[in-house]
């Protein structure tokens, strides 16, 4: 995702992210977790979600 593309969800004008998954499954979770991993060339790797009963717990690159 470029910066740019990345935008919309910076400002708070979109909520959250809709994601694929390696296994082809769609996730859908709080914008502002990417934040921290917006670079000038925008959001670029590989992440490990960790949930507990379908909730939000922690984002780590690991690519």
Do not use: D
């Not at 919309?8 to 979109?14: H, Q, R, S, V």
């Not at 499954?25 to 990417?34: D, S």
């Not at 934040?35 to 009963?53: A, D, Q, V």
Request: charged share 20%.
């Amino acid at each position: 995702m470029t910066s740019a593309e990345f935008y919309p969800y910076y400002e708070g004008k979109a909520q959250h992210m809709v994601v694929t998954t390696t296994e082809g499954l769609r996730v859908q979770f709080p914008a502002m977790h990417m934040r921290k991993y917006l670079l000038s060339n925008g959001i670029k790797g590989c992440f490990c979600m960790e949930t507990k009963n379908n909730k939000f717990l922690s984002l780590t690159k690991i690519t």
